[in-house]
């Protein structure tokens, strides 16, 4: 991790979960981390944490709905600002809302669109344009994906959540794809894991507290922090290295790929 002290990291939905731990392991090896979501209290409140733990980065809080593509590009506009642009970017804001193929609404539909597969979209474009008019020729794009994005589990709440990680699995082999045809060593990746102990699932059964409680007792999940490790190990690996494999100690597929 030598290599990325003191570079500019963008995380998306830094305010809790898997994107807060991300964050914070980010900060522990010194990079500059600019953590957003719409809860930007939390996410300061986890910057004076690493402040006050005498972490060696920092971690900069900016509010922002990644469903407004205006907010969107605005907090491009004031990273280039401020820290002259993106080095790494870690597309993790994500959300599922329980809306079956046969009977849901499509505002959840819509929802989960705009965040899952547009913002990730356009913060990748705007990411590489950071990185192209700064010559970084070694930055790195991290899709935290899902098992739900390579298999269609039979559940109904789940389906359409489903298709938007199976668009993460194509939009980050295509990424990977237009990166080589572009010559450049920017990497991309996509991490899945299976479950994951967060506040996930009290957001997709907002009206059943019971059934999101139970989601998590029903295996031994994964910590938010196996995901942080996860990505510093991808993060960390040699440029050489590319590789698609199931990563046995964490039991998740790592996809990792590099142009
Ligand atoms: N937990 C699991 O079991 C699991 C399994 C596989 C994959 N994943 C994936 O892992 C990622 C993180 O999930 P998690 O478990 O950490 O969920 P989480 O605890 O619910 O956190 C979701 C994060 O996304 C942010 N977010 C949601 N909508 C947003 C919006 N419109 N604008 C900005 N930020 C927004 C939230 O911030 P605000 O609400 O403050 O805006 C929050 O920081 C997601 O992509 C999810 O699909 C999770």
Not at 68 to 86: P, Y
Request: hydrophobic share 40%.
């Amino acid at each position: 991790m030598e290599r990325w002290k003191g570079r500019v990291a963008l995380v998306t939905g830094a305010s809790v979960g898997i994107g807060a731990a991300v964050a914070r392991a980010l900060v522990q090896h010194g990079m500059k981390v600019v953590g957003c979501a719409r809860s930007v209290d939390k996410i300061e409140k986890l910057a004076a944490e690493c402040q006050s733990a005498g972490y060696p980065g920092v971690l900069i809080p900016y509010k922002c709905d990644l469903s407004n593509e205006e907010e969107i590009l605005s907090m491009f506009s004031a990273i280039k600002t401020l820290h002259q642009g993106v080095d790494v970017c870690i597309n993790n804001a994500g959300l599922a809302r329980p809306e079956p193929l046969l009977s849901g609404k499509t505002e959840g539909w819509r929802m989960m669109i705009d965040v899952n597969v547009m913002a990730v979209s356009i913060c990748t474009r705007e990411v590489y344009r950071s990185m192209k008019e700064r010559n970084i020729d070694d930055g790195h794009i991290i899709n935290i994906n899902s098992m739900n994005g390579h298999s269609v589990v039979p559940q109904s709440v789940v389906h359409f959540y489903s298709a938007t990680k199976y668009a993460v699995t194509a939009l980050t082999e295509g990424l990977r794809q237009e990166l080589r045809e572009a010559k450049t060593h920017i990497r991309a990746t996509c991490i899945s894991p299976g479950l994951v102990e967060t506040g996930f699932a009290f957001k997709l059964h907002d009206n059943d507290p019971e059934r999101a409680a139970a989601t998590y007792e029903s295996i031994r999940c994964l910590k938010a922090e196996d995901m942080a490790n996860a990505v510093i190990y991808v993060l960390s690996a040699p440029p050489h290295v590319q590789c698609q494999k199931k990563c046995k100690e964490y039991s998740f597929p790592v996809y990792m790929n590099c142009a």
